[in-house]
């Protein structure tokens, strides 16, 4: 972010050594009247459509950039998708789009480019020399967003840990002021180059960071340890699907909720009773397509309450119209941290959202999922698999039926860990 406000630098208002005046301070009526606006970087957003991937489904990959781009603090102001069979190993699209590319930049203020996927330190290192601008991949992109919303020391730490493993194999292209020009007699260097010592230095971070987790690890199994005693239940789900905004009207909880991606990424836990029957409801880290591998291997403390919990809620954003990746998406990450074979709800949020168009009567086209209503998305495969319900959390439709499906699964499980407590529920 650019920030246009007034600042010194270090010994600015001190006599310079030369013995010319010290630069006229202003005064409190001047400083009240620069301007502390913030104004947002722009950014090209790059992607490959590759293979036999549907134009679509890359379009709403970028789509989906974007939001990530607006809740970083950016703005995009252009897309650029390229078919190839897969994308260029040197500087990730063709040198005809690149082309195109550098005629735009030319013709715009974009501060940086984006690209959807992740890029290697070689595709970073060409690209930033053909475009000459800063390079950011969607990795980095959801590391920055980590970076900022992170707040517990827990949470920075994981965030820490996955920053510094996606920067050390990039370090080369950082440190290229530091090369040395020409060789010679009294040019060469004291044995370890800037490079190598940085390197050192990140692979120390990173060891004292892993043994720092190991740490709250074991604090958070002594704290699972203790709430063993209760049934325990956690929400998962794609990132802005409404898991926290959940968490808070069954809880009475204040979790801050809000229509950005990676909203909360502190794990919360809260105490539910329904009825006269009491439960541990946990709200979690949302998920996301192409998430970074390091994101999940940073954040195991954090899925740990996933893979513990004894219930899932997976809430799915029903008026999103690809879903249904999503849902895989969400499986997909299930299945790396071992908890896809944990009974589950499917609950589908934001039926208040949904918008179908409806076909005329003379239209004879087939029907796509665009055309459907939400009455056939009920009666559909949805509805039929396993248990699942479709509410609306913001408008409060559904929820009492949401209760009492929790009621009776939390019931279930409590009367098979607890046979002899079973007449008391």
């Not at 030369?18 to 409190?28: F, I, L, N, Q, V």
């Not at 930033?128 to 919303?149: M, N, Q, V, Y």
């Not at 809880?251 to 836990?269: I, Y």
Request: neutral net charge; contains cysteine.
């Amino acid at each position: 972010m650019k920030q246009q406000t007034w600042k010194t630098d270090q010994g600015k208002w001190r006599n310079t050594l030369d013995g010319e005046p010290a630069p006229k301070r202003p005064t409190p009526q001047q400083r009240n009247t620069i301007s502390t606006e913030v104004v947002p970087e722009k950014a090209i957003l790059l992607s490959v459509c590759s293979g036999q991937t549907p134009i679509e489904r890359t379009e709403e990959y970028l789509n989906e950039l974007a939001f990530l781009l607006e809740t970083a603090g950016g703005v995009p102001v252009k897309k650029v998708i390229q078919r190839l069979e897969r994308p260029d190993s040197r500087t990730y699209l063709g040198s005809g789009k690149l082309e195109e590319v550098k005629e735009y930049i030319n013709a715009t203020e974009a501060d940086f480019v984006v690209c959807d996927d992740e890029l290697s330190p070689a595709q970073l290192r060409n690209l930033e020399k053909e475009l000459g601008l800063r390079i950011l991949d969607r990795t980095s992109l959801i590391l920055d967003i980590f970076a900022k919303r992170a707040r517990t020391s827990i949470a920075k730490t994981q965030v820490e840990l996955a920053q510094l493993q996606y920067m050390l194999p990039r370090l080369t292209r950082m440190w290229t002021h530091l090369e040395r020009q020409r060789g010679g007699i009294g040019m060469r260097g004291p044995g370890e180059t800037q490079i190598e010592t940085d390197r050192r230095l990140i692979k120390e971070r990173i060891a004292a960071l892993k043994i720092q987790l190991a740490k709250f690890d074991t604090q958070k199994t002594l704290q699972r340890k203790n709430r063993e005693t209760l049934v325990r239940v956690a929400l998962v789900g794609y990132t802005n699907v409404g898991k926290s905004t959940l968490m808070n009207l069954l809880a009475k909880s204040d979790v801050f909720a809000e229509n950005k991606l990676f909203a909360t990424l502190d794990t919360t836990v809260r105490k539910v009773v329904i009825g006269n029957l009491p439960f541990l409801l946990t709200d979690t880290v949302g998920f996301i397509r192409k998430l970074p591998h390091g994101l999940v291997e940073s954040f195991k403390s954090t899925l740990d309450e996933v893979t513990e919990a004894d219930l899932l809620l997976h809430v799915v954003d029903i008026s999103h119209p690809d879903h249904e990746e999503q849902i895989a998406a969400v499986n997909k990450t299930l299945e790396e941290i071992h908890a896809n074979d944990k009974p589950t709800i499917l609950v589908f949020n934001k039926i208040d959202a949904y918008t179908f168009v409806e076909k005329e009567a003379d239209d004879l086209t087939p029907a796509t999922r665009a055309n459907w209503s939400l009455e056939m998305l009920q009666s559909s495969w949805m509805s039929k698999a396993g248990k699942s319900i479709f509410i609306s959390a913001a408008n409060k439709n559904n929820i009492e039926a949401l209760r009492q499906m929790l009621y009776d699964e939390v019931s279930r499980i409590h009367a098979i860990r607890y046979p002899y407590n079973n007449f008391l529920y």
